[in-house]
């Protein structure tokens, strides 16, 4: 959009990123898609893959250097909300009375594929050793495409869970749990990952840890005690919560600051921060707190899809990188599949449920572009190495509603599955599951 002035520039490059997922929502609801399948999509056609294609290099007119400067502080905005209100999602309290049917299922989810992903590394570093470039180690990489390829998108799969009516059944509770602590590692091991991939001394990492370990105690003994005590204020009647949502806003982008200062990416900050929100808010409170964050990340979420959009050019794809998208889909697919369909049906769970999570585990979404963006920069994985994980995941989402549409159908006028029931520790997964029946 040259020849107009920088901010005008801008405001019409977000409202043509905004319009290009409008364009592409009917189809998106025509496949019964979550909507970060539409983003992603209109992110690559805004790019060099589809636009690249007309005469003009009509991506560099639209988003010009000094365009996409500015949209990247708008798009960070985007993303640190979004991740706050991934981070107030999780919900821990679904372990209980389950705890060690999900920690065995999550270990499986996990293990499984990342053991596929470092051995599929060796065999890549073995074909194309370039792939690690000039700042990671062989080790690095294969780690970071082991957690790439066994993480999954919590988010996403709250909205397919909703969408399905899955989300008070036994399968939807077991899969949001695994879901929770599946991203939690993953966060923290990509955090590692980044950091050794810095090259930092062994003194510069422990006083790194040092200061990572003050700043989550003070998150869990100072600022979550005191949003609890700011939060359970009574309001007077008639009037708005204005004063806490400016604290919780304010406080989220100064979390997001700390992590930053502290060398880690800002999303880590506001997705504490979510992580320390008490859980047991009065319902409508919750809703004037959350909806308004929320609603701006979902306004400027397409903006970081669309400048992912135009740093991939699928035309640079050859035939190896082809085949190495479906050895990562194999992988991904199959090892998260396997790792707890297997487990879940040695607990004891049906077939079809058991088919269900583990076809539910392997929805991704954000955090898997946000991880392989941060991976990118910090040098683990190439360029072209980034599209075929990104199509991978991709790929991996869009395959997830259409099966859980087919396992758990029904006769007509049957409920989609049986509630939770009651459950206690012990042998109560085993229960649970034949009560199913």
């Known amino acids: 959009m040259k020849g107009s002035s920088p901010d005008a520039a801008v405001l019409a490059a977000i409202a043509l990123v905004l319009l290009a997922g409008v364009a592409l929502d ?45 949209l990247s502080v708008i798009a960070q905005v985007g993303i640190v909300l979004f991740m706050f209100t991934a981070g107030w ?16 299922v ?16 060796a065999v890549l570093l073995a074909l194309r050793p370039q792939l690690t470039g000039s700042l990671a180690s062989p080790l690095l990489f294969a780690l970071f495409l082991g957690v790439v390829l066994s993480m999954g998108a919590l988010s996403v799969l709250l909205r397919i869970l909703g969408e399905n009516r899955l989300t008070t059944t036994l399968v939807g509770t077991m899969a949001t749990a695994c879901g929770a602590l599946t991203e939690v590692v993953a966060w923290c091991v990509v955090i590692a990952l980044i950091t050794a991939a810095q090259g930092l001394s062994a003194d510069h990492l422990l006083l790194d840890l040092a200061r990572l370990a003050a700043y989550t105690l003070l998150m869990a003994l100072v600022v ?12 007077p009647p008639g009037r708005r919560p204005v004063l806490p949502v400016l604290v919780v806003s304010s406080g989220v982008l100064l979390s997001s600051w700390c992590t930053a200062r502290l060398g880690i990416h800002a999303v880590i900050g506001a997705f504490a921060f979510g992580l320390a929100m008490p859980r047991d808010l009065a319902p409508e409170l919750r809703r004037t707190l959350e909806n308004p964050l929320r609603n701006t990340g979902v306004l400027l979420i397409p903006v970081f899809f669309a400048l992912t959009g135009l740093t991939i050019d699928l035309r640079q794809l050859g035939r190896h990188d082809l085949l190495a998208f479906a050895a990562f889909l194999s992988v991904a697919w199959g090892g998260k599949f396997a790792g707890a369909a297997l487990i879940a049906r040695l607990l004891d769970l049906p077939w079809r449920e058991a088919a269900t999570l583990g076809v539910l585990v392997n929805t991704e979404g954000l955090s898997e572009i946000i991880m392989l963006t941060l991976g990118r920069d910090a040098g683990l994985i190439d360029n072209r190495l980034f599209t075929a ?45 034949r009560e199913l029946h």
């Open 26 to 70: 009917p189809l998106r609801a025509r496949l019964r898609q979550p909507a970060v399948v539409a983003e992603i999509a209109a992110g690559i056609l805004l790019g060099p893959s589809v636009l690249g294609l007309l005469p003009g290099a009509v991506p560099e007119l639209l988003f010009p250097p000094e365009v996409r400067s500015q």
């Open 389 to 433: 994980l990104l199509l991978t995941a991709l790929t991996a989402t869009v395959l997830v509603n259409p099966l859980v549409r087919h396992l758990t159908k029904l006769p007509s006028g049957a409920g989609t599955e049986t509630p939770i029931p009651a459950q206690q520790e012990g042998s109560a997964s085993s229960r649970s599951a």
């Open 106 to 121: 999550t270990a499986g989810s996990l293990a499984v594929p990342f053991a596929l992903a470092v051995a599929l590394a």
């Open 89 to 104: 999602e999780l919900n821990f309290q679904a372990l209980r009375g389950r705890a060690r049917s999900v920690l065995a």
């Open 224 to 235: 979550r005690p005191a949003l609890r005590m700011l939060l359970s204020r009574r309001q």
